[in-house]
Protein backbone atom coordinates (compact mmCIF):
# COMPACT_ATOMS: atom_id res chain seq x y z
CA UNK A 1 0.00 0.00 0.00
CA UNK A 2 2.93 2.84 0.90
CA UNK A 3 4.25 2.28 -2.69
CA UNK A 4 0.88 2.70 -4.04
CA UNK A 5 0.35 5.86 -2.49
CA UNK A 6 3.57 7.32 -4.00
CA UNK A 7 1.65 6.49 -7.40
CA UNK A 8 0.33 9.78 -8.13
CA UNK A 9 0.64 12.98 -10.16
CA UNK A 10 0.81 15.96 -7.25
CA UNK A 11 -1.49 18.49 -8.03
CA UNK A 12 -3.42 19.79 -5.13
CA UNK A 13 -1.51 21.80 -2.46
CA UNK A 14 -1.39 19.04 0.33
CA UNK A 15 -1.85 18.76 3.18
CA UNK A 16 -4.50 20.52 3.66
CA UNK A 17 -4.68 22.32 6.55
CA UNK A 18 -7.12 21.15 9.90
CA UNK A 19 -8.33 24.04 11.09
CA UNK A 20 -10.58 24.06 14.94
CA UNK A 21 -13.53 26.13 15.31
CA UNK A 22 -14.32 27.17 18.49
CA UNK A 23 -17.26 29.09 18.34
CA UNK A 24 -19.15 26.89 16.21
CA UNK A 25 -17.80 24.08 18.99
CA UNK A 26 -19.26 26.05 22.23
CA UNK A 27 -22.64 26.67 19.58
CA UNK A 28 -23.32 22.88 19.20
CA UNK A 29 -21.16 21.28 21.79
CA UNK A 30 -18.41 19.58 20.71
CA UNK A 31 -14.77 19.81 19.61
CA UNK A 32 -15.00 20.17 15.75
CA UNK A 33 -12.22 20.69 13.78
CA UNK A 34 -12.15 20.67 9.58
CA UNK A 35 -9.97 19.32 7.40
CA UNK A 36 -10.08 22.13 4.59
CA UNK A 37 -10.09 19.99 1.72
CA UNK A 38 -11.77 22.68 0.17
CA UNK A 39 -8.49 24.33 -0.10
CA UNK A 40 -6.15 21.95 -1.64
CA UNK A 41 -6.52 24.29 -5.10
CA UNK A 42 -8.66 27.25 -6.42
CA UNK A 43 -10.67 26.69 -9.42
CA UNK A 44 -10.19 22.53 -8.79
CA UNK A 45 -10.55 22.53 -4.87
CA UNK A 46 -12.43 19.58 -3.23
CA UNK A 47 -12.02 15.63 -2.65
CA UNK A 48 -12.01 15.28 -6.45
CA UNK A 49 -8.45 16.10 -6.77
CA UNK A 50 -7.02 14.18 -4.41
CA UNK A 51 -8.87 11.33 -6.32
CA UNK A 52 -7.84 12.16 -9.80
CA UNK A 53 -4.40 12.77 -8.59
CA UNK A 54 -4.29 9.02 -8.65
CA UNK A 55 -6.51 8.34 -11.90
CA UNK A 56 -4.57 10.77 -13.52
CA UNK A 57 -0.97 8.60 -12.80
CA UNK A 58 -2.39 5.41 -14.81
CA UNK A 59 -4.10 7.68 -17.50
CA UNK A 60 -0.38 9.16 -17.90
CA UNK A 61 0.88 5.71 -17.78
CA UNK A 62 -1.82 4.68 -20.24
CA UNK A 63 -0.98 7.66 -23.10
CA UNK A 64 -3.93 9.46 -22.30
CA UNK A 65 -4.17 12.43 -24.89
CA UNK A 66 -7.94 12.78 -23.95
CA UNK A 67 -9.65 12.81 -20.53
CA UNK A 68 -13.51 12.31 -20.33
CA UNK A 69 -15.86 11.45 -17.16
CA UNK A 70 -19.59 12.15 -16.97
CA UNK A 71 -21.79 13.41 -14.30
CA UNK A 72 -24.11 16.15 -13.67
CA UNK A 73 -24.24 19.72 -14.97
CA UNK A 74 -22.94 20.99 -11.43
CA UNK A 75 -21.00 18.40 -11.22
CA UNK A 76 -17.58 19.05 -8.95
CA UNK A 77 -16.00 16.43 -10.36
CA UNK A 78 -16.30 17.18 -14.16
CA UNK A 79 -15.24 20.79 -12.66
CA UNK A 80 -12.05 19.14 -11.39
CA UNK A 81 -11.09 17.10 -14.26
CA UNK A 82 -11.43 20.20 -16.88
CA UNK A 83 -8.94 22.05 -14.84
CA UNK A 84 -6.56 19.06 -14.92
CA UNK A 85 -7.22 18.58 -18.90
CA UNK A 86 -6.23 22.02 -18.88
CA UNK A 87 -3.25 22.19 -17.05
CA UNK A 88 -1.75 18.74 -18.09
CA UNK A 89 -2.86 19.73 -21.76
CA UNK A 90 -5.30 17.45 -22.52
CA UNK A 91 -8.45 17.29 -24.19
CA UNK A 92 -11.59 17.31 -21.97
CA UNK A 93 -14.66 15.39 -23.00
CA UNK A 94 -17.74 15.85 -19.99
CA UNK A 95 -20.70 13.81 -20.78
CA UNK A 96 -23.69 15.64 -18.82
CA UNK A 97 -26.91 14.27 -17.61
CA UNK A 98 -29.67 17.37 -18.76
CA UNK A 99 -30.38 19.65 -21.54
CA UNK A 100 -27.58 22.24 -22.28
CA UNK A 101 -28.00 24.92 -20.12
CA UNK A 102 -29.17 28.37 -21.09
CA UNK A 103 -26.87 30.36 -19.29
CA UNK A 104 -23.54 28.88 -18.06
CA UNK A 105 -22.96 29.54 -13.95
CA UNK A 106 -21.19 27.24 -11.38
CA UNK A 107 -19.43 24.38 -12.10
CA UNK A 108 -20.63 23.78 -15.72
CA UNK A 109 -19.47 28.48 -16.45
CA UNK A 110 -15.74 26.96 -15.14
CA UNK A 111 -15.73 23.55 -17.34
CA UNK A 112 -16.78 25.83 -20.52
CA UNK A 113 -14.25 28.54 -19.19
CA UNK A 114 -11.63 25.78 -19.12
CA UNK A 115 -12.18 24.92 -22.65
CA UNK A 116 -13.50 21.42 -21.81
CA UNK A 117 -16.16 20.80 -24.55
CA UNK A 118 -19.64 18.82 -23.05
CA UNK A 119 -21.92 16.12 -24.62
CA UNK A 120 -25.62 16.31 -22.96
CA UNK A 121 -27.66 12.59 -22.31
CA UNK A 122 -31.39 13.03 -21.05
CA UNK A 123 -31.56 11.09 -17.62
CA UNK A 124 -32.75 7.88 -19.01
CA UNK A 125 -29.90 7.93 -21.80
CA UNK A 126 -27.53 8.89 -18.73
CA UNK A 127 -28.34 5.20 -17.20
CA UNK A 128 -26.17 3.78 -19.68
CA UNK A 129 -23.37 6.27 -19.54
CA UNK A 130 -20.47 3.80 -18.64
CA UNK A 131 -21.91 2.64 -22.43
CA UNK A 132 -21.91 5.63 -23.92
CA UNK A 133 -18.71 6.37 -23.01
CA UNK A 134 -17.12 3.04 -23.60
CA UNK A 135 -18.61 3.33 -27.18
CA UNK A 136 -16.94 7.13 -27.28
CA UNK A 137 -13.65 5.96 -26.51
CA UNK A 138 -13.51 3.28 -29.29
CA UNK A 139 -14.70 6.03 -31.91
CA UNK A 140 -11.79 8.39 -30.20
CA UNK A 141 -9.31 5.52 -30.57
CA UNK A 142 -10.52 4.49 -34.32
CA UNK A 143 -9.39 8.14 -35.24
CA UNK A 144 -6.21 7.91 -33.80
CA UNK A 145 -6.45 9.44 -30.36
CA UNK A 146 -5.96 7.97 -26.78
CA UNK A 147 -9.08 8.72 -24.50
CA UNK A 148 -9.28 7.86 -20.98
CA UNK A 149 -12.61 7.43 -19.22
CA UNK A 150 -12.95 8.60 -15.15
CA UNK A 151 -16.18 6.84 -14.21
CA UNK A 152 -18.67 9.21 -12.16
CA UNK A 153 -17.07 10.76 -9.08
CA UNK A 154 -13.44 8.86 -9.81
CA UNK A 155 -15.23 6.51 -6.99
CA UNK A 156 -12.92 2.89 -8.24
CA UNK A 157 -10.17 1.88 -6.01
CA UNK A 158 -7.74 4.25 -7.89
CA UNK A 159 -9.26 7.55 -6.99
CA UNK A 160 -10.18 6.39 -3.20
CA UNK A 161 -6.04 6.20 -2.75
CA UNK A 162 -6.44 9.59 -2.31
CA UNK A 163 -8.30 9.29 0.60
CA UNK A 164 -5.90 6.77 2.48
CA UNK A 165 -3.53 9.09 1.53
CA UNK A 166 -5.67 12.01 3.35
CA UNK A 167 -5.70 9.68 6.68
CA UNK A 168 -1.35 9.44 6.67
CA UNK A 169 -2.09 13.65 6.64
CA UNK A 170 -3.66 12.98 9.59
CA UNK A 171 -1.40 10.57 11.07
CA UNK A 172 1.44 12.98 10.38
CA UNK A 173 -0.35 16.05 11.80
CA UNK A 174 0.31 13.72 14.91
CA UNK A 175 -3.60 14.83 15.73
CA UNK A 176 -5.97 12.26 17.12
CA UNK A 177 -9.93 12.42 16.77
CA UNK A 178 -12.60 10.48 18.04
CA UNK A 179 -14.62 10.71 15.18
CA UNK A 180 -14.39 11.55 11.47
CA UNK A 181 -17.64 12.84 9.34
CA UNK A 182 -17.85 13.25 5.37
CA UNK A 183 -20.62 12.88 3.03
CA UNK A 184 -21.35 10.40 1.13
CA UNK A 185 -22.28 10.96 -3.38
CA UNK A 186 -20.63 8.29 -4.71
CA UNK A 187 -19.04 6.92 -1.76
CA UNK A 188 -15.19 6.98 -2.77
CA UNK A 189 -14.18 9.31 -0.11
CA UNK A 190 -15.08 7.38 2.68
CA UNK A 191 -13.84 4.14 0.98
CA UNK A 192 -10.50 5.62 0.84
CA UNK A 193 -10.77 7.41 4.96
CA UNK A 194 -12.02 3.70 5.99
CA UNK A 195 -9.14 2.27 4.41
CA UNK A 196 -6.56 4.73 5.18
CA UNK A 197 -7.67 4.13 8.89
CA UNK A 198 -7.32 0.47 8.71
CA UNK A 199 -4.11 0.37 7.30
CA UNK A 200 -2.46 3.23 9.37
CA UNK A 201 -4.34 1.62 12.66
CA UNK A 202 -5.38 5.46 12.91
CA UNK A 203 -7.85 5.28 15.66
CA UNK A 204 -11.39 7.00 15.02
CA UNK A 205 -15.11 5.62 13.86
CA UNK A 206 -15.69 6.92 10.44
CA UNK A 207 -19.25 8.81 9.63
CA UNK A 208 -20.69 8.91 6.43
CA UNK A 209 -23.55 11.02 5.81
CA UNK A 210 -25.10 9.91 2.66
CA UNK A 211 -26.66 12.93 0.48
CA UNK A 212 -28.02 11.25 -1.83
CA UNK A 213 -29.81 7.41 -2.40
CA UNK A 214 -29.86 5.05 1.37
CA UNK A 215 -27.38 3.36 3.19
CA UNK A 216 -28.26 -0.21 1.37
CA UNK A 217 -26.93 1.51 -1.93
CA UNK A 218 -23.77 2.76 -0.33
CA UNK A 219 -22.85 -0.73 1.09
CA UNK A 220 -23.28 -2.14 -2.11
CA UNK A 221 -21.29 0.89 -3.78
CA UNK A 222 -18.15 0.16 -0.92
CA UNK A 223 -18.79 -3.30 -1.85
CA UNK A 224 -17.65 -2.89 -4.91
CA UNK A 225 -14.89 -0.77 -4.00
CA UNK A 226 -13.37 -3.44 -1.71
CA UNK A 227 -13.59 -6.00 -4.86
CA UNK A 228 -11.94 -3.28 -6.88
CA UNK A 229 -8.86 -2.93 -3.93
CA UNK A 230 -8.68 -7.10 -3.90
CA UNK A 231 -8.60 -7.59 -7.51
CA UNK A 232 -5.95 -4.69 -8.41
CA UNK A 233 -4.21 -3.97 -5.60
CA UNK A 234 -4.12 -7.17 -3.38
CA UNK A 235 -5.83 -4.55 -0.58
CA UNK A 236 -8.34 -6.02 2.27
CA UNK A 237 -10.90 -2.99 2.84
CA UNK A 238 -12.69 -4.38 5.66
CA UNK A 239 -16.33 -3.49 5.60
CA UNK A 240 -17.56 -5.55 8.82
CA UNK A 241 -20.53 -3.67 10.20
CA UNK A 242 -20.22 -0.98 7.68
CA UNK A 243 -24.29 -0.20 7.91
CA UNK A 244 -24.03 1.17 11.29
CA UNK A 245 -21.80 4.36 10.18
CA UNK A 246 -23.90 5.46 7.48
CA UNK A 247 -26.79 7.62 7.50
CA UNK A 248 -28.80 7.96 5.28
CA UNK A 249 -31.27 10.56 7.36
CA UNK A 250 -30.41 13.73 5.89
CA UNK A 251 -31.04 13.57 1.92
CA UNK A 252 -33.79 16.12 2.92
CA UNK A 253 -36.30 16.70 -0.14
CA UNK A 254 -33.57 15.29 -2.47
CA UNK A 255 -30.17 15.18 -4.20
CA UNK A 256 -28.56 19.08 -4.63
CA UNK A 257 -31.75 20.37 -2.97
CA UNK A 258 -32.33 22.50 0.13
CA UNK A 259 -34.73 23.50 2.58
CA UNK A 260 -34.40 27.13 3.72
CA UNK A 261 -34.21 25.42 6.83
CA UNK A 262 -30.57 23.62 5.74
CA UNK A 263 -29.52 26.98 3.86
CA UNK A 264 -30.10 29.04 6.87
CA UNK A 265 -27.52 26.72 8.54
CA UNK A 266 -25.00 27.13 6.29
CA UNK A 267 -25.51 31.12 6.63
CA UNK A 268 -25.15 30.54 10.26
CA UNK A 269 -21.98 28.76 10.12
CA UNK A 270 -20.68 30.96 7.28
CA UNK A 271 -21.34 34.46 9.51
CA UNK A 272 -20.40 32.50 13.22
CA UNK A 273 -17.08 31.87 12.22
CA UNK A 274 -16.38 31.67 8.48
CA UNK A 275 -17.07 28.18 7.83
CA UNK A 276 -18.93 28.11 4.33
CA UNK A 277 -20.44 24.70 3.42
CA UNK A 278 -21.20 23.87 0.14
CA UNK A 279 -25.02 23.21 -0.01
CA UNK A 280 -24.99 19.76 -2.07
CA UNK A 281 -22.60 17.59 0.11
CA UNK A 282 -20.96 19.08 2.98
CA UNK A 283 -23.59 21.16 4.37
CA UNK A 284 -26.14 18.03 4.58
CA UNK A 285 -23.12 15.78 6.43
CA UNK A 286 -22.20 18.71 8.86
CA UNK A 287 -26.23 18.92 9.31
CA UNK A 288 -26.24 15.11 10.14
CA UNK A 289 -23.04 15.66 12.21
CA UNK A 290 -25.01 18.37 14.05
CA UNK A 291 -28.36 16.31 14.79
CA UNK A 292 -25.85 13.28 15.77
CA UNK A 293 -24.67 16.26 18.31
CA UNK A 294 -28.38 17.27 19.59
CA UNK A 295 -29.19 13.11 19.76
CA UNK A 296 -25.99 12.34 21.97
CA UNK A 297 -24.66 9.92 20.18
CA UNK A 298 -21.65 12.13 20.02
CA UNK A 299 -20.59 13.41 23.51
CA UNK A 300 -19.57 17.12 24.28
CA UNK A 301 -16.04 15.88 25.45
CA UNK A 302 -15.19 13.90 21.80
CA UNK A 303 -13.18 15.76 19.37
CA UNK A 304 -14.70 15.67 15.14
CA UNK A 305 -13.02 15.84 12.07
CA UNK A 306 -14.87 16.93 9.80
CA UNK A 307 -14.12 16.58 6.07
CA UNK A 308 -14.91 20.00 4.36
CA UNK A 309 -15.04 18.21 0.31
CA UNK A 310 -15.49 21.34 -1.40
CA UNK A 311 -17.70 22.70 -4.01
CA UNK A 312 -18.32 25.84 -3.19
CA UNK A 313 -19.26 26.77 -7.17
CA UNK A 314 -22.46 24.49 -6.05
CA UNK A 315 -23.56 27.99 -4.42
CA UNK A 316 -23.97 29.94 -7.03
CA UNK A 317 -26.54 28.28 -9.31
CA UNK A 318 -28.49 28.65 -6.06
CA UNK A 319 -28.48 32.34 -5.60
CA UNK A 320 -32.09 32.68 -5.54
CA UNK A 321 -32.89 30.60 -2.54
CA UNK A 322 -30.55 33.15 -0.59
CA UNK A 323 -33.38 35.63 -0.81
CA UNK A 324 -33.89 35.26 2.98
CA UNK A 325 -30.46 36.94 3.87
CA UNK A 326 -30.71 40.75 4.14
CA UNK A 327 -27.78 42.58 3.27
C1 LIG B 1 -18.01 18.64 -3.00
C2 LIG B 1 -18.24 17.19 -2.85
N1 LIG B 1 -18.22 16.66 -1.62
C3 LIG B 1 -18.43 15.35 -1.41
C4 LIG B 1 -18.69 14.49 -2.45
C5 LIG B 1 -18.93 13.06 -2.14
O1 LIG B 1 -17.75 12.32 -2.33
P1 LIG B 1 -17.82 10.84 -2.88
O2 LIG B 1 -18.43 10.92 -4.25
O3 LIG B 1 -16.45 10.38 -2.89
O4 LIG B 1 -18.71 10.08 -1.96
C6 LIG B 1 -18.71 14.99 -3.77
C7 LIG B 1 -18.99 14.16 -4.94
O5 LIG B 1 -19.80 13.30 -5.02
C8 LIG B 1 -18.47 16.37 -3.97
O6 LIG B 1 -18.47 16.90 -5.19
Known amino acids: MDAQLEKRVPLA ?29 SVASGNKLRKMEYVLYEATK ?23 AAKMGLRCILLLRGDRPETRQGNYLIDSILGAEARFYSAEEFTDIN ?3 EDLCKKLRDEGSNPY ?13 GYVRMVKELVES ?19 IVLGCQHFAYGPSIHGIAVCD ?23 LDLEHI ?21 EILHHLAKTEGLVLDPVYSLKAFIGMLD ?26 KGNEFQFITL
Not at 75 to 83: E, F
Not at 292 to 317: A, C, M, N, Q, W
Request: proline share 4%.
Open 292 to 317: HIKKGSIKPDERILFVHTGGHYGIFP
Open 131 to 133: AIA
Open 214 to 236: DTAYFVNELTRIQKEFKEQYAIN
Open 174 to 192: GQQFDKIYCALGSGGTYAG
Open 243 to 263: EQFIDDHYVGIGYAQNTKEEL
Open 13 to 41: NLPTPIQYYPRISETYGAHISVKRDDLSE
Open 62 to 84: AGADTLITCGGIQSNHCRTVAWI
Open 149 to 161: YSPMGASVATGSL
